[in-house]
């Protein structure tokens, strides 16, 4: 079944087309979720709902977050009834301003959202956790703005820009700043292991604080009595890493192979984590 016959909604109705005058369409005055749903349950939804709080207060939207759990309750139970998702599949929510009038300021008065959301089933890079792969380094460079920093906004050109230089030999791309410091994949998170101590990027300057890296960071790291450090990483830190790991919402950890020229072992902590987040709780 393709994705595109799959169900979708609107402010909780039915409903696979948005107006021209949509404004996460024509400016990107938005954000995103995507959220993995295994067994009827959206996985980290908590931190997922925590993030749509933090991004509509950055872009000054108010998100009816009652009415939101709400949808993504029926939207699963519905999307339940198609064979072709199995017992997993995403589902994706993007949040924009309801602004229907021209020009890029709307006014502060105005902060009105349309929900929408997508089903999408999984992928087989989706499911590819288990599998160590191979990374590369983009030649786009982040630039920096902390008021996005953190978010998933709808302008992912910067992404897109990336993703050009991807090819079948690589199975991600890094990007670093402008500054030079690696700040994340084109859609993971980084993670590097060093002398028994987990080391991750700070997401102040730009990139996204994926939910998948946070449940790390509170959850899974200190259940498997590690230190952890957010700080700038570069290459040189990389190339000295005992382990290297990459995640994601939908993929969760993913170990990494080789980078560049440069090979690492399926490491102790990397294993160890793998196992402690596939036996912790992630249901709602």
Wanted: glycine share 8%.
């Amino acid at each position: 079944m393709k994705a595109a016959s799959l169900p979708s909604w609107v402010n909780g109705r039915p409903q696979a087309e948005i107006g021209l005058q949509n404004r996460g369409l024509a400016y990107g005055d938005g954000f995103f979720e995507t959220i993995a749903v295994s067994d009827g349950n959206a996985l980290l939804l908590p931190l997922h709902l925590e993030r749509v709080r933090q991004s509509a207060q950055k872009l000054k939207l108010t998100v009816d977050q009652i009415a939101l759990e709400k949808e993504i309750a029926i939207a699963i139970g519905e999307a339940q009834k198609y064979i072709a998702l199995a017992d997993s599949f995403i589902l994706k929510v993007i949040l924009c301003s309801a602004f229907k009038g021209r020009g890029y300021q709307r006014p502060q008065s105005f902060t009105g959202t349309h929900r929408i959301l997508q089903i999408f089933p999984l992928s087989s890079l989706d499911r590819c956790s288990t599998q160590t792969v191979k990374i590369g380094l983009s030649d786009y460079h982040l630039p920096h703005n902390d008021k996005l920093a953190g978010i998933k906004h709808l302008n992912r050109l910067d992404q897109i820009l990336a993703g050009f230089t991807l090819n079948k030999d690589i199975d991600e791309l890094l990007m670093c700043s402008v500054a030079g410091d690696v700040v994340e994949g084109s859609k993971t998170n980084l993670f590097i292991v060093k002398n028994d101590c987990v080391y991750t990027p700070k997401i102040d300057r730009c990139g996204v604080s994926g939910v998948m890296r946070q449940f790390l960071l509170n959850e899974i790291i200190p259940a498997a009595g590690l230190p952890y450090i957010e700080k700038r990483l570069f290459i040189r830190d990389l190339i000295k890493a005992d382990e290297l790991f990459l995640t994601n919402s939908i993929i969760g950890i993913w170990p990494v192979r080789s980078f560049a020229v440069h090979h690492y072992q399926k490491g102790v902590i990397t294993r160890r984590l793998q196992l402690l987040l596939a036996q912790h709780e992630l249901k709602t």
